[in-house]
T-cell receptor, first 112, second 114 residues
């Protein structure tokens, strides 16, 4: 799986949009971009994934650059409950036996 | 959505004893399950991959005789930490893969060895 680079930490004011960047310059054509988050002392929670088109669901939006070398996860209206570590992972969709390899992620702190 | 349940969610044991952690996929069949370990303020580290009915594949540096993994059915995998020591204290997380390749995570099990 391609390696990703994320900022170590970010702050965001409650109610504002949180934009979390991720670089994945060595991504392969068949690799998807996945985002997970981990709230303290819980298991990782799936947020969203995409291949090349922008994606949106009830939790977030995913913007992938045209060259697919970077992406941004957007939490449109951050709440205190969104404080967590956010992991950007690239992997082959449905790859047999493939585990998710977690980097260090971005620690997002949402402040009142 | 799909649910993966771990039990126990937390356990405290004495040094030298063995502890078993269960990981169940509640509403789907998991052809593959993964076990991770997470130390404080660190990321998740993959320990092993287990496929139903076959031996687990361990990552480099993980002792297979210490961390016994059994995946006897498509909905259950167990991790047994044998002869646990304080350095084994950690947050253990399982992940289950469904037939189309999606991955779902358990809530984690916190092990404290005294």
């Amino acid at each position: 799986d391609a390696k990703t680079t994320q900022p170590t930490s970010m702050d965001c004011a409650e109610g504002r949009a949180a934009n979390l960047p991720c670089n994945h310059s060595t991504i392969s054509g068949n690799e998807y971009v996945y985002w997970y988050r981990q709230i303290h002392s819980q298991g990782p929670q799936y947020i969203i994934h995409g291949l090349k088109n922008n994606e949106t669901n009830e939790m977030a939006s995913l913007i992938i650059t045209e060259d697919r070398k970077s992406s941004t996860l957007i939490l449109p209206h951050a709440t205190l409950r969104d404080t967590a570590v956010y992991y950007c992972i690239v992997r082959v969709y449905g790859g047999s036996g493939y585990a998710l390899n977690f980097g260090k992620g971005t620690s997002l702190l949402v402040t009142p | 959505g799909a649910v993966v349940s771990q039990h126990p969610s937390w356990v405290i044991c004495k040094s030298g004893t063995s502890v078993k952690i269960e990981c169940r996929s509640l509403d789907f069949q998991a052809t593959t399950m993964f076990w991770y370990r997470q130390f404080p303020k660190q990321s998740l580290m993959l320990m092993a991959t287990s496929n139903e009915g076959s031996k687990a594949t361990y990552e480099q540096g993980v002792e297979k005789d210490k961390f016994l993994i059994n995946h006897a059915s498509l909905t259950l995998s167990t991790l047994t930490v044998t002869s646990a020591h304080p350095e084994d204290s950690s947050f253990y997380i399982c992940s289950a893969r469904d037939r189309v390749g999606e991955l779902f995570f358990g809530e984690g099990s916190r092990l404290t060895v005294l």
